[in-house]
């Protein structure tokens, strides 16, 4: 093995070392859906004169599946992230059937949704979202992308 | 040579390069990128996302007896009923309203105490962002030339007009005091996102000596974002 080769494989090893242990680990739960899958804000009730706006909100049930089957036995906090998509914030509450923790997030925070030792190949639950907005957005439409996140022990 | 990486628990798509000894120099460094290129998380996809709409552009105008969120036919009157007397006096008339709104449609304060000699008129304008209409809606009212009697005796409909109050509000005038033109005319605009009410009171001038008779018109108010 010449010392370029040899080279190579250090820094290669070095690399994958730091990559393995890096946190938050992306968790896939591509076997998450909405029902549904699109959903159309509606107006709050306005406050009294001269109280702020509202804005608007909508109700959306999300079926989660997150696959941990490369997880199983690890032990670490699991994370729901809303990446900001635009200066006008989200902010979705939800509750849980259980397996998932309840809580709140705002567009471009994370959430704790599980904490302790992963046992199984997946997590589901169902969330029942409340999403609430300013009447401040960009357009009439915006798509926002959640994801789950893990931050291995 | 075999390069094969164990990789804990990491959820990345893991690949085995295979490389000779006796590929050209610059291969193995190319199979080493190859391999970082694969053990980069994938970081599309696998989230759940959701389509948002904002809710539709919205006007809401309730005059006399309304209901919140919601239509209602009632089309309330106002009338005055004059003597021979008070009409050769000459002396302006308060004219009574069949109203019984006291209520805000808004937050049920009771902005409109006396609605027998009131009419309620609020009105809201939202939007969900800066292309989604206009800044303001204008608000309007459109009265007839005249009222008119079934002789066919007319009072000119300039004859009424309207003083404004909202007890506790900062603004009681916000939409202003004013009297009816025989046409359309603009009572005030309504900023984005804002809700404006008020009560307006109706007067008769009574300036001049009429024919005997019920004379009736009737005025249409209108809320507009274009």
Not at chain 2, 93 to 121: E, H, K, R, W
Request: with cysteine.
């Amino acid at each position: 093995m010449n010392t370029v080769r040899l080279l190579s494989v250090c820094v290669l090893g070095l690399l994958l070392g730091s990559a393995a242990l890096a946190n938050p680990q992306r968790l896939d739960d591509s076997g998450s859906h909405t029902v549904p899958p699109n959903v159309q804000m509606q107006w709050r009730p306005l406050p009294p004169s001269g109280g702020a706006e509202p804005g608007m909100e909508a109700w959306v049930r999300v079926n989660l599946r997150i696959d941990t089957r490369q997880w199983v036995g690890r032990s670490g906090r699991i994370y729901m992230v809303l990446p900001r998509d635009q200066a006008s914030s989200i902010e979705a509450v939800w509750t849980t059937q259980g397996r998932l923790l309840p809580g709140r997030l705002v567009s471009g925070d994370r959430t704790l949704v599980h904490t302790g030792t992963i046992h199984t190949a997946t997590l589901e639950d169902q969330l029942l979202v409340r999403l609430r907005s300013g009447a401040d957005w960009q357009g009439n439409s915006r798509r926002l992308n959640f994801h789950f996140e893990l931050d291995a022990d | 040579m075999f390069l094969v990486s164990m990789c804990e628990g990491n959820p990345v798509n893991m690949k085995v390069i295979q490389s000779r000894s006796t590929t050209t120099s610059g291969r193995p460094l190319a199979a080493a990128v190859l391999l970082l290129l694969a053990l980069v998380p994938t970081l599309n996809a696998h989230a759940w996302s959701i389509g948002i709409a904002a809710a539709s552009r919205r006007v809401f105008l309730h005059v006399g007896n309304g209901t919140a969120n919601a239509n209602n036919g009632t089309i309330n009157q106002v009338s005055v009923t004059l003597t021979g007397a008070q009409m050769l006096a000459g002396t302006p008339q308060a004219m009574t309203s069949n109203s019984t709104q006291s209520a805000s449609l808004l937050d049920g304060f009771n902005t409109c105490p006396t609605p027998a000699s009131q009419v309620i008129i609020g009105a809201s304008y939202r939007r969900s962002n800066g292309g989604d209409g206009p800044a303001s809606a204008t608000l309007r009212v459109t009265s007839p030339t005249n009222l008119v009697s079934a002789a066919g005796d007319t009072i000119p409909f300039s004859q009424i007009s309207w003083t404004v109050s909202a007890p506790g509000s900062g603004v009681p005038n916000v939409i202003p005091a004013g009297t009816f033109s025989g046409a359309a005319q603009t009572l005030t605009t309504i900023p984005a996102n804002t809700y404006i009410e008020n009560c307006h009171s109706f007067i008769y001038a009574n300036s001049a000596v009429r024919a005997a008779g019920t004379y009736t018109g009737q005025v249409t108010y209108t809320l507009t974002s274009p």
